[in-house]
């Protein structure tokens, strides 16, 4: 017998996952915008995305749509939690969404769309961070329903992962910059990628330290079998692709530099899962409790297993077509 509701967690799990390697690097770009000041060098940072960013973000429409139809628990406790930071980050969204047609578009007001591009990436960026980090430290439920206070999530450490997120994006845009640029842009990046580097290898180990520390449970489960035996190797491997990223930099590698960081990432990812493993809605609710009737989720399987293939070809297609370098001069997106 298939477990559907674990199922339906690596489906969710991996949508996420592309979500934030998409997008992260899509969000980094307009992150990066303000260390770019030469407006034809800030249109080839949008024309490395521009044909492809807004189907990054059909993942999180993923993400969410399998979260209701699997876990309507989680679905509506978390965003009844979280709904402020969830609000305001769609509202950055649009802001830079609407940048990026707009921009192309002006002339005399050009400047201003740089700045909603600039301040939805970095605002959508650091709600998400803020996000992350609310759900680490838990929700507060009494029979499945939140029971918290309206501001649970803005606390010091929701805004540290906030600022933690901005830099990681910030880093794998700079790494996806440097393999589609070349000349002043890529001299740029190359500068500035050892800098990120560093900071996300920081801003890791602190969260590493702090999770730990303020949550016993999280802790016992870190050092307990066989959390232990699958998270043990984590820590290493980032000190592993922290020194080849720095290595790939030093040498100039084009694509190196953004696998090694898309390495990291991954490692962070694992680390959140083995922290977090089975509660969907911590500290509390596992995955089986706060799923849906299995009728539920096998009819709604049945959706995601059609759609899914078309989504991945569609996404593979797109990144191949525009595979190229982009340089100033070229025509782009208008």
Not at 278 to 303: C, D, E, H, K, R
């Amino acid at each position: 017998m298939i477990d559907l509701s674990l199922l339906w967690i690596v489906i969710i799990g991996i949508g996420v996952l592309i979500y934030v390697i998409l997008d992260g690097f899509d969000l980094g770009i307009g992150i990066l915008f303000p260390f770019v000041k030469d407006t034809h060098e800030r249109d080839v940072l949008m024309n490395t995305v521009a044909p492809v960013w807004d189907g990054n973000e059909t993942w999180m429409v993923l993400g969410g749509a399998g979260l209701f139809a699997a876990f309507p628990l989680v679905y509506s406790t978390v965003l009844s939690a979280l709904y402020m930071p969830i609000i305001l980050m769609v509202i950055a969204l649009i802001f830079r969404g609407v940048a990026f047609e707009f921009r192309f578009k002006a002339n005399r007001t050009k400047h201003l769309w740089d700045k909603a591009f600039i301040g939805g990436s970095v605002f959508a960026s650091f709600l998400q961070g803020v996000i992350l980090g609310a759900y680490i430290q838990g929700i507060k439920t009494v029979n499945g329903i939140f029971a918290g206070g309206g501001m649970d999530w803005l606390t010091p450490f929701s805004v540290f992962t906030g600022i933690g997120v901005v830099v990681l994006y910030a880093t794998l845009g700079c790494g996806w910059l440097i393999f589609k640029t070349d000349a002043e842009i890529q001299d740029k990046m190359y500068s500035m990628m050892p800098k990120l580097i560093i900071a996300v290898f920081i801003i890791f180990g602190l969260v590493s330290l702090y999770t730990p520390l303020a949550h016993p449970e999280i802790a016992a489960r870190w050092f307990s079998m066989p959390q232990l035996m699958y998270f043990s190797p984590v820590p290493i491997l980032v000190l592993v692709f922290t020194a080849l990223a720095l290595r790939a930099c030093k040498q100039r590698r084009e694509l190196s530099p953004f696998i090694y960081t898309l390495a990291l990432v991954f490692l962070a990812y694992t680390g959140f899962i083995i922290s977090l493993w089975p509660y969907v809605i911590p500290p509390s609710v596992t995955i089986w409790q706060a799923a849906a009737p299995a009728n539920s989720q096998l009819f709604a399987l049945i959706g995601a297993l059609l759609l899914i293939p078309i989504i991945l070809t569609y996404t593979i297609f797109s990144y191949w077509i525009f595979k190229d370098k982009v340089r100033v001069g070229d025509e782009g997106y208008h």
